[in-house]
């Protein structure tokens, strides 16, 4: 297959990405993959909301940035911020106009607030924004022709002169395995996007779906596309601890936005012990200061109090976290609700430029996936649909410019090498990828979670380099797989993040280690 322009996700850049395209150029093809059901992403799991400025009374564009500043602690970089945060308003209008909803009061958008933020400039619909936005962005996509959706397409490996066995120093598309057929196919592009999502799945508790197990940056990484700042991962603090269904839920932070306060096994409200912003300030802060209350009172999780919101107004604003913990007999706001943190959101990524251009031609990268500077060591609750917003915008416009400007033939794209690989599947090898999967899960939440040491980052790296030789001898005996490849990505990624980690000698945001301190 050829196309102009291959997306690889459905999430919130994707999509977003994909319909600027497809509206404003009617003349070009697109291709959009995606691992599971184009509806299956984080975006879709978002409660919170989309930070942006729109009460001008009482907010401004310079609190937000000072706020976001403050958050990614001295590693943001400061016009990214500026422009993402002036250009907001905008795209959430387009979002509007494509039939996203937000809950308004008098006629004008109803704000929240969440922790690090000094203003209530949160836009959200009730407690599934994610959804709302994911839902009225599929069904757009729907209405264009030009746009050619594939579910249940997995990225194994973009297309570099390594495959072509040329020196053009660019991306030529990728390949994809068809979950249904089995086969890996070709598809060349002009222009690829990965808009991948995260990576939360490298550990044992996350707020992130299955799929969140960083394929764009291990094929990234080995396409040797510079990645940074992976080891700045957020811990979301508030995570619900019996799981749903056996996946994490996420406790929003607009519930401690409401006025909900964090107490420990004792009852006592200690977050005034460990910042001045007490129970709303950034994540990070939250998250260490939750983890030492359970160490300190050996329990497995600390409570929310809720009781100051009225039953009414939880049930309104919260009705997915009140039918949740309803359903698991917590009688929310009365009970409390058992929390402890969960691996949440990577703030680093593909390194990319101010158009969401990596460092390789030709391929581009947006949202979670991509490392723009914004969130520097730590992101800002509600920053992150934003950045999506703003960045997928900015490809759309850079990269139909490229697109239309490439000077390789069609022919090239047409000719590009089949994937070379193994005809062999056993079901008993397959077995071994979810046992390698689960320890590598262990190593990352023993030794590089919230709190990091020395010694512990070394030992993180002899266990993963085991894992590593065993993934290798099966991916040289065995039929790619689905399942393969993102065992494959997990190991490139778990790598990654521990190496770059050994080379961090100050704590800055959500990266904490302990010899540095
Ligand atoms: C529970 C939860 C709550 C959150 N709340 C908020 C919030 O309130 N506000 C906020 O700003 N942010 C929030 N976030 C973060 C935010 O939702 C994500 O950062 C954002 O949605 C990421 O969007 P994305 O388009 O980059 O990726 P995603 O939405 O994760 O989409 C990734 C896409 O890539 C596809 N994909 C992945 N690997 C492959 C592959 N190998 N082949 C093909 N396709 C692939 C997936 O199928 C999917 O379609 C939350 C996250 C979670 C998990």
């Known amino acids: 297959m050829t196309t102009d322009i291959l997306v690889i996700g459905s999430g919130i850049s994707g999509l977003t990405y994909a319909i600027k395209i497809a509206e404003q150029h009617p003349d070009l093809q697109l291709i959009l993959i995606a691992k599971d059901e184009l509806r299956e992403t984080n975006t879709r799991y978002a409660q919170g909301g989309i930070a942006v400025v729109s009460d001008f009374k009482q907010d401004s564009f310079e609190k937000h940035i000072q706020d976001t500043l403050i958050a990614g602690d001295g590693l943001c970089d400061s016009e990214v911020v500026k422009f993402v945060i002036e250009e907001g308003q905008e795209r959430l209008r387009e979002l509007q106009d494509w039939g996203t909803l937000f809950d308004t009061q008098q006629k004008e958008l109803h704000l929240t607030k969440e922790g690090g933020h000094s203003e209530k400039r949160i836009v959200h619909y009730k407690d599934q924004t994610g959804l709302q936005i994911q839902e009225a962005l599929i069904k757009k996509i729907q209405s264009f022709s030009n746009v050619r959706c594939l579910e249940n397409h997995v990225l194994v490996d973009l297309i570099t002169d390594h495959h072509t066995k040329t020196n053009h120093q660019k991306c030529y598309g990728a390949y994809v395995i068809s979950k249904e057929k089995e086969e890996i196919l070709t598809i060349g592009s002009k222009a690829t996007i990965l808009s991948t999502g995260g990576a939360g799945q490298l550990y044992n508790h996350t707020t992130n779906p299955y799929g969140a197990t960083g394929d764009g940056l291990g094929a ?37 936005g409401e006025g909900a306060v964090l107490r420990n096994k004792k009852g006592t409200a200690f977050m005034a012990s460990y910042d001045s912003r007490k129970d709303l300030a950034p994540r990070d802060v939250v998250a260490r200061a939750i983890a030492q209350e359970m160490t300190a009172t050996d329990a497995a999780f600390v409570h929310l109090d809720c009781q100051c919101i009225e039953k009414e107004k939880f049930q309104q604003h919260f009705p997915t976290i009140y039918d949740t913990c309803h359903h698991l007999e917590i009688n929310v706001p009365k009970e409390p609700i058992p929390i402890a943190p969960a691996a949440h959101y990577f703030c680093g990524g593909i390194a990319v430029n101010a158009q969401s251009r990596s460092q390789l031609d030709g391929l581009y990268a947006i949202g979670e996936c991509s490392y723009t500077g914004l969130h520097g060591a730590n992101r800002l609750a509600s920053n992150s649909l934003l950045e999506s917003l703003v960045f997928a915008h900015r490809a759309a416009l850079d990269s139909s410019t490229f697109v239309t400007t490439e000077a390789l033939e069609d022919d090239f794209y047409e000719a590009l090498p089949e994937w070379e690989g193994n005809p062999e599947v056993s079901v008993e090898k397959m ?26 980052l070394n030992k993180a790296e002899q266990k993963l380099s085991a894992i590593y030789l065993e993934t290798l001898e099966l991916y040289q005996k065995l039929k790619l797989t689905p399942q393969f490849c993102e065992l494959r990505n997990m190991v490139s990624v778990a790598y990654i993040l521990i190496k770059q980690s050994q080379h961090i000698k100050t704590n800055q945001g959500t990266f904490y280690n302990a010899d540095n301190a």
């Open 220 to 256: 990234a990484y080995r396409a040797r596309v510079k990645i940074e700042g992976l080891p700045y991962v957020q811990f979301h603090p508030t995570a619900l601890v019996p799981k749903v269904n056996g996946s994490t839920f996420l406790i929003s932070e607009a519930v401690r």
């Open 431 to 456: 077995k071994q990828m979810t046992v390698l999967k689960n320890r590598l899960r262990k190593v990352m939440t023993q030794y590089a979670g919230i709190f990091k040491a020395d010694d512990d």
